[in-house]
């Protein structure tokens, strides 16, 4: 194989990708301003003032009336350098650059990535080798970085939700067949773009106005764009170590973590010294601006390693028949990892000597040195050009976000147009008509190009062009100012002679800019400019056919329903904020419309994002016994005070931060994209995972669910005293500031186990064979005591309901909660009751099932009958008792008044005439008492009287033989005489007998027996 004709193919390929990458590089950064930035940069830059006043003006934050002291040396830094502040509030916004931040920091762990950058901000401080002012700079950035982190926390929550969910990825956003994505990325840019409007100082109206302050050569400035300038001024070599240098280590995708971050089964693939890269991304993420240089530079390392082996190897040639190609194995250690190289080259296996090949001798000599001499000096130019990458994101952030640096491209760009004479001030000159045309493309002109009046040749010509491949001298001959552009025209001519890139006056170059940005973006840019210049206009349109790229029709897109955009101006708190006008559409076509006016601005106090987004750029200053204080004065009322709130510990080498310290000890914020960060879901909005998303087990959660703040139930009185909410009503009325919406707190070490509680029942209750029965007189209680709270704080939620049913419940506040089954309750079910106890850290709960018994055992009483008895007739006690309930827990049966067994024999020869009662009583396990009662007459008959003396006789009670002859005769006579019907005869027979009973009294005859026996015969004599 020929090495030239290896070599041609391989600069064909580079000349073809330095075309491609030098196109789609200046646009990716000169127009992916189209991120989830939920508070545009201005609006980041105008809340976070709040917070950098605050504290600058005495070293103390203001929260909710109270003075908090914050660190000496973080005040020192914003006050000297609030350039560097500003500039770390554009945040992953613009730094190390926009495609880094958006594609690696703010969807995914940024708590981790804030972590990192405070940690090595702290330790940056004790470098020796970094003078103060650098220190200061590094500190105040950092600080500025967590700034912007707490304002997306709350904007995300507010955008999210008009937007319908979370900004999709660009190949979500290409889903031409199911538009849900790209409807959801329009609305985050209409809407943001609505709220940034609104925000104090900005400038949304396109007419020329004169800028409060600021002057040009001509006098006061006048512009299409008054927004308030911003100045930054970033610690850019410090930015490269902590975020860009490949060989330090990331917090996400660290390398020689031995983890397989990317699940491509290979731990730490793509960093330095350890396996190479595999598949098509490396495990860390630096955006892939910085990763494609990267990843160059590898190539470039293995390139170079073979041509080196190459040299290393005098050719035979291959007509020789003893020169034979062989293949070498190269291990090169390249900045994406180990690798190994196949290097084919011609070996001489002659016993003697083989031809040489003049043509490697040639190259040899001249051509493999020359390559590796320009390999090394490009892989140094894109070591060069990384390390001063931050510089591009500063850069890019003037020429995005700064309305300074656009009117100062104005200027200079329309310097020239002004007549003698000429102030800014008039609206239609030539000047005016010069600055009102200055676009994005010329203000990267003016910043990246080299455009202005700088000693600065600017970004693309110092770095960039050496760093896709172009010779150093170009950067050497290339004059100041636009002659940049000029060259890079050349060069692209030669490359591409029908395409004229980089200069935005030319149409084709332009058309090709705004194709490739359409393409990357997953929609017109042109379109996105006037969805940006015009959001009141879009948020009144309910749907639209826009044009998409990669599809030859337009898509239909729903944007906003009716009551959205009245929706964010409640929220603002902005009232008939609109006035008349017209819009010019991206086609040309001029629309009545509205727009807002220019007194139309939300405040804090009326605009709760925002209000909060101040609050945590306040707390995130803090350390650990500020926020400690914080929530000490802050803490529930019911909290006992010798309990402590003190929840956050500075870790070692830094403060604590808000931002960043979960409870867990690991960074509670996973995104900045998300929503409801502070909480473990993202109720009350979301159920993720969120519409237009391809993945349907991608959460969105924006948090871990272990921010102190809400997490912990010490402090979460703090959040909703510290925080506004505006999703759940008004934020001031009971419970509306925040609710729990079923994502309980949870308590500290020192606070789990202190509340207990005791569930009782009282009065009529029993359990029976493991069933719990309560009855009619009953009380359920549920009596709390807590080691951390007051009895009053506590509160008690009860349900009593069948098994089976919903559940209804009741609260009632204290230590003591106590109820009783309904009064109706069905006998014939199973009840329930739930409870739950807590005070505001624990929940103690129990369940109880139990059944009522209202009703008495039934008796069923069936001897002695309820007829008369003969004094000689024999009867006994007879009953069942039953209960289909609790059951019978005691019974018992009386007869005249004594308690008798059951079956106990009722002998009438024993019993004196008259009423006699046998009584059964019966009561089941819950205190139900059951009574029967049978009653009956023992009446005597001349009969009964004569089988009475028989048996009286027989057991000697009566003992005299002439008593029982009389007394046998008169009851004998007596009982003719009934026979025969002659009844006063036979009263006066027994009469006789009674008195022949008295005279024999405790004679003849038994005391006892003859006065029963005299009882039986009077009451036989009454009847008659």
């Known amino acids: 194989m020929s090495r030239t004709a290896g070599r041609r193919r391989s600069f064909t390929k580079l000349a073809a990708g330095l075309t491609a990458t030098a196109a789609l590089t200046v646009t990716t950064l000169v127009v992916s301003a189209l991120p989830a930035a939920a508070f545009k940069p201005y609006t980041h830059n105008a809340t976070a003032e709040n917070a950098y006043d605050d504290v600058t003006d005495d070293g103390q934050v203001t929260i909710e009336g109270t003075e908090y002291t914050v660190r000496a040396e973080i005040v020192t830094a914003l006050q000297n350098q609030p350039a560097a502040y500003n500039a770390g509030v554009i945040g992953p916004d613009g730094f190390p650059d926009l495609a880094y931040g958006q594609s690696a920091i703010h969807p995914d762990e940024t708590g981790k990535w804030l972590q990192h950058v405070m940690t090595e901000a702290w330790d940056a401080q004790d470098d020796a080798g970094r003078s103060a002012a650098e220190k200061e700079q590094i500190l105040a950035f950092a600080y500025g970085f967590m700034t912007h982190a707490a304002g997306d926390m709350w904007a995300h929550t507010l955008i999210n939700q008009v937007a319908e969910g979370v900004f999709p990825g660009v190949g979500e956003i290409l889903d031409i067949e199911d538009p849900t994505a790209l409807e959801i990325a329009l609305r985050h840019v209409i809407a943001e773009g609505y709220v940034g409007d609104a925000t104090a100082g900005y400038d949304g109206n396109s007419l020329r106005s004169q800028v409060a302050g600021e002057t040009d050569e001509t006098g006061p400035e006048y512009s299409n764009d008054a927004t308030p300038a911003f100045a930054y001024a970033a610690p850019n070599e410090w930015i490269y170590e902590t975020l860009v240098d490949p060989n330090n280590p990331l917090p996400v995708g660290t390398c020689g973590d031995g983890l397989d971050d990317d699940g491509d089964g290979t731990a730490d693939d793509g960093c330095p010294g350890l396996a190479y890269t595999v598949g098509e991304d490396p495990e860390p993420n630096r955006g892939p601006l910085i990763d494609y240089f990267i990843d160059l530079k590898a190539e470039l390392q293995i390139e170079r390693a073979a041509i080196a082996e190459d040299l290393g190897y005098e050719d035979c040639n291959i007509v020789d028949p003893d020169c034979f190609e062989v293949v070498q194995n190269v291990t090169v250690d390249t900045v994406r990892g180990v690798t190994v190289k196949a290097v084919t080259v011609q070996e001489c296996r002659a016993e003697i000597f083989c031809v040489t090949s003049l043509i490697d001798e040639a190259d040899d000599a001249v051509v493999n040195p020359a390559i590796i001499a320009y390999l090394d000096a490009w892989i140094d130019d894109i070591d060069r050009g990384l390390r001063h990458w931050p510089e591009l994101g500063e850069a890019l952030s003037k020429t995005l976000f700064d309305a300074g640096t656009f009117r100062d491209a104005q200027n200079f760009l329309c310097d020239g147009d002004a007549e003698e004479g000429e102030t800014d001030e008039v609206l239609d000159t030539d000047r005016a008509k010069c600055e009102d045309g200055v676009g994005i493309f010329q203000v990267a002109g003016y910043t990246l190009g080299g455009l202005n009046d700088s000693d600065k040749p600017g970004f693309i010509n110092e770095y960039l062009l050496s760093m896709l491949g172009a010779p150093d001298f170009v950067g050497e001959v290339v004059e100041e100012g636009g002659d940049v552009f000029l060259w890079l025209q050349d060069l692209m001519q030669t490359i591409m002679p029908d395409v004229d890139v980089f200069d935005p006056l030319i149409a084709d170059a332009k058309e090709l800019v705004l194709e490739l940005a359409s393409e990357a973006l997953g929609f017109d840019v042109e379109l996105l400019s006037d969805f940006l210049k015009h959001p009141t206009h879009w948020m009144e349109v309910g749907s639209a056919d826009i044009d998409v790229p990669f599809s030859d029709d337009d898509v239909h897109v729903d944007l906003f329903d009716d009551g959205d955009r009245e929706y964010l101006d409640a929220v603002m708190g902005l009232v008939d904020p609109l006035v008349g006008d017209q819009v010019e559409l991206p086609d040309g076509t001029i629309v009545p419309s509205s727009r807002l006016k220019d007194s139309a601005q939300w405040t804090l106090e009326d605009f709760e994002p925002a209000y909060d987004a101040v609050q945590m750029s306040k707390l995130l200053l803090l350390d650990a016994n500020g926020l400690n204080q914080v929530i000490s004065d802050h803490r529930s ?181 106590a109820f009783a089954l309904p009064a109706d309750a069905d006998e014939n079910l199973e009840w329930v009751i739930e409870w739950k106890t807590a005070s505001e850290c624990e929940t103690v709960s129990g369940t109880q099932t139990v059944r009522v018994d209202r009703t008495a055992p039934v008796i069923d009483l069936s001897q002695p009958a309820a007829t008369g008895y003969d004094t000689d007739d024999f009867a006994s006690v007879q009953y069942t008792i039953t209960d289909s309930l609790s059951g019978v827990e005691t019974q018992s049966v009386q007869f005249d008044g004594t308690e008798v067994p059951t079956g106990y024999v009722l002998d009438m020869f024993t019993l004196d005439t008259g009423a006699h009662a046998a009584v059964a009583t019966a009561t089941d396990f819950v205190g139900n008492t059951g009574t029967a009662t049978r009653a009956f007459t023992l009446l005597a008959t001349t009969e009964s009287l004569s089988n009475n003396l028989t048996r009286a006789v027989a057991e000697k009670l009566v003992t005299d033989p002439k008593v029982e002859k009389g007394l046998r005769d008169k009851l004998n006579a007596a009982l003719k005489s009934h026979a025969t019907g002659k009844h006063p005869t036979e009263v006066n027979q027994l009469g006789a007998a009674v008195e022949q009973l008295q005279g024999q009294l405790g004679k003849g005859v038994d005391a006892v027996f003859a006065q029963r026996m005299i009882g039986w015969t009077n009451d036989l004599i009454a009847a008659h």
């Not at 914020?669 to 409801?676: Q, V």
């Not at 669910?705 to 909410?725: H, I, K, N, Y």
């Not at 759940?728 to 609710?739: E, H, S």
């Open 637 to 817: 009322p019911g909290l006992l005070p010798s309990v402590s709130t003190a929840i956050y510990t500075d870790p070692a080498g830094r403060p604590a931060n808000v931002m960043i310290d979960g409870l867990d000890g690991q960074p509670w914020l996973r995104s900045i994209d998300s929503d409801h960060s502070w909480r473990a879901d993202r109720l009350p909005v979301f159920d993720s995972p969120d519409p237009g998303h391809h993945s349907d087990e991608e959460p969105h959660y924006a948090g871990t669910g272990q921010m102190p703040l809400w997490e912990s139930c010490v402090a979460r009185s703090t959040f909703r005293e510290v925080f506004r909410d505006w999703e759940n009503g008004a934020w001031y009325l009971p419970g509306k500031n925040f609710p729990d919406h079923g994502d309980a707190p949870s308590a500290p070490a020192w606070i789990a186990g202190s509340l207990s509680a005791d569930f009782q029942i009282a009065g009529d209750e029993a359990v029976v064979s493991g069933v719990q029965w309560v009855g009619v007189d009953h009380t359920f209680t549920v009596a709390a005591t807590d080691d951390s709270f007051t009895p009053e704080s506590l509160t008690t939620t009860y349900s009593v309901h069948p098994a089976g049913a919903q559940p209804t419940w009741t609260t009632v506040n204290g230590a003591v909660a």
